[in-house]
């Protein structure tokens, strides 16, 4: 049986650490460490949990020694389970290390965006993007950083740098989150994303009012990344009078609220 190695390489094939699986899961690290090292063997029970989690049937995780299987094998298993709310088609992300084996944060500069459209999964044409590190980001996750243009999602500055999570799983979004998302018809977009599984699609709102809402259907979608933090040149436009008034509202009733309790 090879459900320990295939754990152990699935697990780090995503990039994630013991505890963030066996918390994930619902167990104790130990547990799951035990099974990876073949101290203990997983039942029906936590094979079923392994196949939902990694979106590989308990068969092929006990019977298929997975490490030694084509890439392009590996992406037929990964590709084969629902879209419309887990993602799956994000599983296979073409990437690239630095010399300490750490993932490099590609940049995909406006240049560059009609082409990543199409080779975004070609691992030779992401070998040629200028890469970064950002120290302070963590080495369990996936980064890569977009230029954006316009100004849909202003106060943020035409031409600034977002830096994306790389999203394996859709349902972990939230309504609201800001995300760029690369999308068949469109390209990449940044946008506000609000879910709609029950449509199956995502709607995509934009932080300026002058631009209308649109729907996304989830098999339109091929890539997710969720915003970290985005880096400008610029400095952003003073908010808008409204919010102005309201801070100074704020303001008064602490001053009201100040004197009432002198008094």
């Not at 629902?82 to 406006?110: F, H, P």
Request: charged share 30%.
């Amino acid at each position: 049986m090879y459900i320990r190695t295939n754990i152990k390489f699935l697990r780090k094939r995503r990039g994630r650490t013991q505890d963030e699986v066996s918390n994930f899961l619902g167990m104790k690290r130990s547990t799951y460490a035990g099974y990876e090292s073949g101290v203990a063997q997983p039942g029906i029970n936590e094979l079923r949990q392994f196949s939902d989690y990694f979106r590989i049937s308990m068969d092929t995780l006990v019977r298929v020694d997975l490490a030694t299987m084509p890439e392009s094998q590996m992406r037929q298993l990964e590709d084969g389970f629902d879209v419309y709310v887990k993602g799956s088609q994000l599983r296979i992300l073409a990437t690239t290390v630095d010399k300490q084996n750490r993932d490099n944060i590609e940049l995909v500069a406006e240049k560059a965006k009609a082409g990543y459209k199409r080779g975004y999964a070609d691992p030779e044409y992401i070998r040629e993007l200028p890469v970064f590190q950002l120290p302070f980001l963590s080495p369990e996750r996936k980064y890569r950083t977009f230029q954006i243009s316009g100004d849909s999602m202003k106060p943020i500055p035409n031409g600034s740098y977002i830096t994306g999570e790389f999203v394996e799983n859709w349902e972990f979004l939230k309504n609201g989150d800001p995300c760029i998302i690369l999308t068949k018809d469109e390209g990449l977009v940044f946008k506000l994303i609000e879910k709609d599984f029950r449509h199956k699609q995502f709607i995509l709102h934009s932080l300026n009012r002058e631009y209308e809402s649109f729907n996304v259907q989830v098999d339109e979608i091929t890539e997710i990344w969720k915003f970290i933090n985005y880096i400008s040149s610029e400095m952003p436009e003073r908010m808008p009078l409204e919010h102005e008034l309201f801070k100074v509202i704020a303001n008064l009733k602490k001053d009201v609220e100040l004197i009432k309790g002198r008094g």
